[in-house]
């Protein structure tokens, strides 16, 4: 069974930063997109940060020269370093992984920033 685990949420100030990780339980080049995602209360789960097939980085406009999404082969992570945070970027946050055409989620870390 694939799994896929989230850490590092937790509360930061306005400005401050977070780094996310997602670990997997079977080599990262086996899935064929790597994501991050978020979700509020009412509101879609929106996509953040995505590498796609053999590298292709893609970022929500909201997100762009703030986030880093980035893979770590040896430890089958997928991270997400999050700078200049701000408010709206309070959420649960997710990584998703397509593994053989199936999308497998993570159970979701809080990341709250105060003003």
């Known amino acids: 069974q694939v799994q896929l685990v989230e850490s590092g949420g937790g509360l930061v100030q306005a400005g401050g930063s977070l780094r996310l990780s997602c670990a997997a339980n079977r080599d990262i080049f086996s899935f064929n997109a790597m994501a991050w995602y978020r979700q509020t209360p009412g509101k879609q789960r929106e996509m953040v940060a995505a590498i796609v097939g053999g590298g292709i980085i893609r970022y929500a406009d909201s997100v762009k020269g703030r986030f880093t999404i980035s893979r770590d082969i040896a430890k089958k992570s997928v991270h997400l370093q999050m700078n200049s945070l701000k408010p709206e970027d309070t959420a649960v946050y997710y990584c998703?992984?397509?593994?053989?055409?199936?999308?497998?989620w993570g159970q979701g870390t809080q990341v709250t920033v105060s003003s």
């Open positions: 998703k992984g397509t593994y053989t055409s199936r999308d497998v």
